[in-house]
């Protein structure tokens, strides 16, 4: 966390454990106080709180000329996310991912279907056939499939199986839809030659079980919810 005279960048997680720690920071930055040594905070007693647990807390005052080395420390992992599928769903899902710890590429086969405006940790890919971006993806990418077309659908999932039988890399394959969807792409597969230790790659429907809402928007946080899981 990045404490400024007037400013804040990161956390250490809320609560009075940061607050105190944001009074401290000042007091150095104002001169009213040393660099102190590391803190070792016992969260219960010593805050007052029920949180159980030790926290460690040590403080560095930083200038200018560090800003660029501070920025990719506070810099969260971002995990790789490959999203095939510019719909309704498509669209909701990248505004959530926007906001969270996630990189994602967002892929379709039509390229008038992407915003002009995007989150900072989004990229558009036009990709025609779109299953050929499957091969560049990047490893440990976990891939959402819900584009306009199941025949796409179907190429997609069949591209992520066969990299996943020659690189097993892929952290997670998702494709929406009904159950009903799913049988008859199960029983395609199989046609395929894929067997049942490559199909129990796929979640199939995709995001938290109990949400049954079939609005974008909520479909779009089900499945981020999933993603986070994974992490």
């Not at 800003?67 to 992992?77: H, S």
């Not at 091969?135 to 199941?150: D, K, Q, R, Y």
């Not at 997609?156 to 892929?170: A, T």
């Not at 799913?182 to 597969?189: G, M, Q």
Request: charge should be negative; charged fraction near 20%; hydrophobic fraction near 40%.
């Amino acid at each position: 966390m990045a404490v400024f005279a007037d400013g804040l960048v990161g956390t250490i997680g809320g609560g009075h454990l940061e607050f105190q720690a944001m009074a401290t920071a000042r007091d150095v930055l104002n001169r009213r106080a040393p660099v102190p040594p590391i803190q070792r905070i016992a969260l219960g007693p010593s805050l007052g709180q029920c949180c159980g647990g030790v926290v460690y807390l040590s403080y560095e005052i930083v200038t200018h000329s560090d800003i660029t080395e501070l920025m990719q420390r506070l810099q969260p992992a971002l995990k790789p996310v490959a999203l095939f599928g510019g719909g309704h769903v498509g669209h909701a899902l990248v505004k959530v991912l926007g906001e969270l710890p996630f990189q994602t590429r967002w892929i379709d086969s039509r390229d008038e279907v992407f915003p002009d405006h995007l989150p900072d940790n989004v990229t558009v890919e036009h990709s025609d056939p779109v299953q050929g971006a499957v091969t560049e993806l990047v490893s440990g990418s976990a891939v959402l499939i819900m584009s306009f077309s199941h025949a796409e659908d179907l190429e997609i999932v069949s591209s992520c199986l066969h990299r996943q039988r020659q690189r097993q890399d892929l952290s997670y394959i998702g494709l929406i839809g009904s159950a009903s969807k799913w049988s008859r792409f199960r029983h395609r597969l199989e046609e395929r030659g894929f067997a049942q230790a490559d199909i129990d790659h796929i979640t199939s429907p995709i995001g938290v079980p109990g949400i049954h809402s079939k609005l974008p928007e909520v479909i779009a946080v089900s499945v981020a919810a999933q993603l986070l899981q994974l992490r």
